[in-house]
């Protein structure tokens, strides 16, 4: 579970990343709205705790663009506005929940679990490795990296059953819609397509030919 914060004030900021960490969630932190856009472009994020007045502009103004580019992503916001009228303009911006400064940690870890519970993804993280099914993304060192179609869902298919060995039975059954149809030898195209768009330009190695068996998704290789 990973959390931004765009907040500017230094010390809520320092003690909503420390309390967050010491609870098991990696955060980054942003101070502006400019700094908070770049994190986006690089990382996926399961929730953003968005402050609305900062130097930059007002936060509730990126929530759009948040939602635009993963759906997915809960957005928190956090306000000394303790009014009526910016807590219903927050929501209808976009916002999944709105709570009014100053607040108290353990009310807040409360309502942060609520939204993950809420709007758990399917994103696979792997060291330096993010595959983003619903999107179908994949980041590298926060690259993109061109891989879709047959060979991004076997990639996805194999990452998700990491450790084990895949049958190319069990892939065809898995990717193809009518696997009768296709000759098996799809799959080796795909993983060829795997190796030659994505570990060979990035000199990784993400799937392992078991042979006579599968395949099986062994990024970070032990060998490199
Ligand atoms: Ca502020």
């Given at each position: 579970?990973?959390?931004?914060?765009?907040?500017?004030?230094?010390?809520?900021?320092?003690?909503?990343?420390?309390?967050?960490?010491?609870?098991?969630?990696?955060?980054?932190?942003?101070?502006?709205?400019?700094d908070?856009?770049?994190?986006?472009?690089?990382?996926?994020?399961?929730?953003?705790?968005?402050?609305?007045?900062?130097?930059?502009?007002?936060?509730?103004?990126?929530?759009?663009?948040?939602k635009?580019?993963?759906?997915?992503?809960s957005?928190?916001?956090?306000?000394?506005?303790?009014?009526?009228?910016?807590?219903?303009?927050?929501?209808?911006?976009?916002?999944?929940?709105?709570?009014?400064?100053?607040?108290?940690?353990?009310?807040?870890?409360?309502?942060?679990?609520?939204?993950?519970?809420?709007?758990?993804?399917?994103?696979i993280?792997?060291?330096?490795?993010?595959?983003?099914?619903?999107e179908?993304?994949?980041?590298?060192?926060?690259?993109d990296i061109?891989?879709?179609?047959?060979?991004?869902?076997?990639?996805?298919h194999?990452?998700?059953?990491?450790?084990?060995?895949?049958?190319?039975?069990?892939?065809?059954?898995?990717?193809?819609?009518?696997?009768?149809?296709?000759?098996?030898?799809?799959?080796?195209?795909?993983?060829?397509?795997?190796?030659?768009?994505?570990?060979?330009?990035?000199?990784?190695?993400?799937?392992?030919?078991?042979?006579?068996?599968?395949?099986?998704?062994?990024?970070?290789?032990?060998?490199?």
């Open positions: 579970m990973r959390i931004l914060i765009i907040e500017d004030e230094v010390t809520l900021n320092k003690t909503l990343s420390d309390g967050l960490k010491e609870f098991g969630y990696q955060n980054d932190v942003a101070e502006n709205i400019s908070g856009r770049y994190f986006l472009s690089i990382r996926n994020y399961n929730l953003v705790l968005l402050d609305w007045m900062l130097p930059d502009g007002n936060g509730i103004d990126i929530i759009a663009d948040i635009a580019q993963s759906p997915k992503t957005v928190v916001v956090l306000s000394a506005r303790d009014d009526k009228e910016s807590e219903i303009e927050a929501l209808r911006a976009g916002a999944d929940d709105y709570i009014k400064k100053p607040f108290d940690f353990e009310i807040l870890l409360v309502r942060i679990e609520a939204k993950l519970r809420f709007g758990t993804s399917n994103i993280e792997v060291d330096d490795l993010v595959i983003n099914p619903e179908e993304k994949i980041i590298y060192k926060g690259e061109e891989l879709k179609g047959k060979p991004f869902e076997v990639l996805t194999l990452a998700m059953h990491k450790d084990q060995i895949v049958s190319k039975e069990q892939l065809l059954d898995a990717i193809w819609e009518e696997p009768e149809l296709v000759t098996p030898n799809v799959i080796e195209v795909a993983i060829n397509q795997i190796r030659q768009k994505m570990d060979k330009p990035l000199n990784i190695t993400t799937i392992e030919t078991v042979r006579r068996r599968g395949y099986r998704f062994c990024y970070p290789s032990k060998k490199a």
